[in-house]
C-alpha cells in the first residue's frame, strides 16, 4: 500500500515557522493534486491548502498569505511553508490526495504554536 511519511513538526512560538515535508512510497508525477490537511484537538481534519501537479495552488482563507505549498515531483514530496504561526495553527498535519485519498494515511506531523 502506499506509504505517506510526514515530517518537519514540532513546537514552535507565536509568529514562527516551521517547514513541513511529505515523503510518499509512489510517484508524485502520477498525482495530479495533492494535499495538506491537518486535525485540531478535538476537531475534525480540515483541508489547509493544495497544488496541482503543475504547480497551481489554493489555500483555505484560515492560512492563506501564511502558508506555502509546493511539491517535488522528481523526488515524490511536497512541502508546507508555514509562517507567521498562531496559536490556532496547532494541530496535527497530514498530507494526502485531494481526489479520492488514499485509506491509509500517514501518522501526520504535530505542530504545536505556544509561548
Known amino acids: 500500500q502506499v506509504q505517506l511519511v510526514e515530517s518537519g513538526g514540532g513546537l514552535v512560538q507565536p509568529g514562527g515557522s516551521l517547514r513541513l515535508s511529505c515523503a510518499a512510497s509512489?510517484?508524485?508525477?502520477?498525482?495530479?493534486?495533492m494535499a495538506w490537511y491537518r486535525q485540531p484537538p478535538g476537531k475534525q481534519r480540515e483541508l489547509v491548502a493544495l497544488?496541482?501537479?503543475?504547480?497551481?495552488?489554493s489555500y483555505a482563507d484560515s492560512v492563506k498569505g501564511r502558508f506555502t505549498i509546493s511539491r517535488d515531483n522528481a523526488k515524490n514530496t511536497v512541502f508546507l511553508q508555514m509562517n507567521s504561526l498562531k496559536p490556532e495553527d496547532t494541530a496535527v498535519y497530514y498530507c494526502?490526495?485531494?481526489?479520492?485519498?488514499?485509506?491509509?494515511w500517514g501518522q501526520g506531523t504535530q505542530v504545536t504554536v505556544s509561548s
Open positions: 494526502n490526495k485531494y481526489n479520492n485519498p488514499y485509506d491509509h
Open positions: 497544488i496541482t501537479r503543475g504547480g497551481g495552488t
Open positions: 509512489v510517484s508524485m508525477f502520477s498525482i495530479n493534486i
